[in-house]
């Protein structure tokens, strides 16, 4: 495993064992690798300018959240079962709600489609409109429908997921259990003393297996008791399984990226075939402000899979200078996510999170934010050298 330094804020330096990974990787053909171990990827340590800016509340997800009612006391959400989650609308067009059995069953069908609305609850907000939107746009239909489902476009979808039913049922096994498991502190100093950032609980490891929150794995399972689990238990969860999560089918040239756009206004990241026609979509969080994202055209240097995050005051214009460094162990809890994607941009990348429910709705400090499952699928598709644009 070939070791680096890798830096993803804006405004960091970067190591030489870091400038020779890209030039090394620089000089390779688009359809090579550069700097990969025998998992396909590089061991990392990571440095950023910001740590805490989950709270930078651009895209109104607030406002949206607001406007709802408690989960709890939701009928939309209340009905969501494992058998109204499978059943298919009775009639057409019908209108989307905010909360309900058919956008749970949207929401997985476009994830499965390769067209991810972020994380799976249930809920119709920005995130899945602009899926179904650029779904329904691979697929020659009008993209400006995000708010009704027609036939046309449910059979779509249903073609699209290969026809599998929408929740499936898992056993859970003595890995779901095992762990480790521990609760991560607020402070950074606190989260350097641990072992790993990892899973607080096996309910969230399994919510991020499944690309769904906790409280939907609840609501799907109401007379299992999360946080008393066993191996043997039965949980019925949202069928996320995909092709590409196939190692047997993962490199075929059919899932390889020949691009990938990223939008610092409509807050996604989307990749395209060699014929020019978007086969993934992905939401983001980008830069705005002080640390916005960059312009123009770019390449995947290197992929590090469960990177190191190197903590330095003196990169945080909000964080005294005289405050100490720490380096946080790698984890699925680790700003960074569970994958880094490095740009021929120095200091810039794609990377995953710790707080899935964030993703599209908060400024980063300049680089590219995706779900740690969405992160772990973009890093499956492509390689070094696939080129990036940064797009208005």
């Known amino acids: 495993m070939t070791a680096t330094s890798l830096a993803i804020g804006c405004i960091v330096e970067e190591s030489d064992a870091s400038k020779k990974a890209t030039a090394d990787s620089a000089a390779?053909?688009?359809?090579?690798?550069?700097?990969?171990?025998?998992?396909?990827?590089?061991?990392?340590?990571?440095?950023?300018?910001?740590?805490?800016?989950?709270?930078?509340?651009?895209?109104?997800?607030?406002?949206?959240?607001?406007?709802?009612p408690p989960l709890s006391s939701d009928p939309g959400f209340t009905q969501i079962t494992a058998q109204s989650a499978v059943a298919p609308p009775r009639k057409f067009p019908v209108a989307?709600?905010?909360?309900?059995?058919?956008?749970?069953?949207?929401?997985?069908?476009?994830?499965?489609?390769?067209?991810?609305?972020g994380i799976i609850d249930g809920t119709w907000?920005?995130?899945?409109?602009?899926?179904?939107?650029?779904?329904?746009?691979?697929?020659?239909?009008?993209?400006?429908v995000t708010k009704s489902l027609d036939k046309a476009t449910y059979d779509r979808l249903a073609a699209a997921t290969q026809t599998t039913p929408t929740i499936t049922t898992h056993e859970v096994t003595m890995d779901d259990i095992e762990g480790p498991f521990l609760p991560i502190p607020d402070d950074v100093y606190e989260q350097a003393k641990l072992k790993c950032l990892c899973y607080s609980s096996p309910a969230e490891q399994l919510a991020e297996q499944f690309h769904t929150s906790e409280a939907m794995l609840r609501q799907l399972n109401p007379k299992v008791d999360l946080e008393a689990l066993a191996a043997g238990v039965k949980l019925q969860v949202p069928n996320v399984q995909t092709p590409i999560d196939d190692p047997a089918t993962r490199d075929t040239a059919a899932q390889r990226a020949a691009?990938?756009?990223?939008?610092?206004?409509?807050?996604?990241?989307?990749?395209?075939?060699?014929?020019?026609?978007?086969?993934?979509?992905?939401?983001?969080?980008?830069?705005?402000?002080?640390?916005?994202?960059?312009?123009?055209?770019?390449?995947?240097?290197?992929?590090?899979?469960?990177?190191?995050?190197?903590?330095?005051?003196?990169?945080?214009?909000?964080?005294?200078?005289?405050?100490?460094?720490?380096?946080?162990?790698?984890?699925?809890?680790?700003?960074?996510?569970?994958?880094?994607?490095?740009?021929?941009?120095?200091?810039?990348?794609?990377?995953?999170?710790?707080?899935?429910?964030?993703?599209?709705?908060?400024?980063?400090?300049?680089?590219?934010?995706?779900?740690?499952?969405?992160?772990?699928?973009?890093?499956?598709?492509?390689?070094?050298?696939?080129?990036?644009?940064?797009?208005?």
């Open 28 to 68: 390779l053909p688009a359809t090579a690798s550069a700097n990969l171990d025998t998992a396909g990827s590089v061991a990392a340590e990571i440095s950023a300018p910001a740590y805490n800016v989950y709270s930078l509340d651009t895209a109104g997800l607030g406002a949206q959240m607001d406007s709802l």
């Open 96 to 117: 989307i709600p905010n909360r309900g059995p058919v956008v749970l069953q949207l929401q997985v069908m476009l994830d499965r489609a390769g067209f991810s609305p």
């Open 125 to 144: 907000g920005k995130n899945a409109a602009k899926a179904l939107r650029y779904f329904r746009a691979a697929n020659g239909m009008d993209s400006t």
């Open 259 to 392: 691009r990938i756009v990223i939008s610092k206004t409509g807050f996604w990241t989307q990749v395209y075939d060699g014929s020019g026609k978007v086969v993934a979509h992905f939401p983001s969080t980008l830069g705005a402000g002080y640390d916005p994202s960059p312009t123009g055209g770019f390449r995947v240097t290197n992929i590090s899979r469960e990177p190191t995050f190197h903590y330095q005051p003196a990169l945080f214009a909000e964080v005294p200078d005289t405050k100490p460094k720490a380096r946080l162990p790698p984890g699925p809890n680790s700003p960074v996510g569970v994958v880094w994607m490095a740009l021929s941009k120095p200091h810039y990348g794609i990377h995953g999170t710790s707080a899935p429910e964030t993703i599209g709705y908060t400024n980063s400090h300049g680089c590219v934010r995706l779900t740690n499952w969405d992160a772990d699928r973009l890093a499956q598709l492509i390689r070094a050298g696939t080129p990036v644009e940064f797009q208005l």
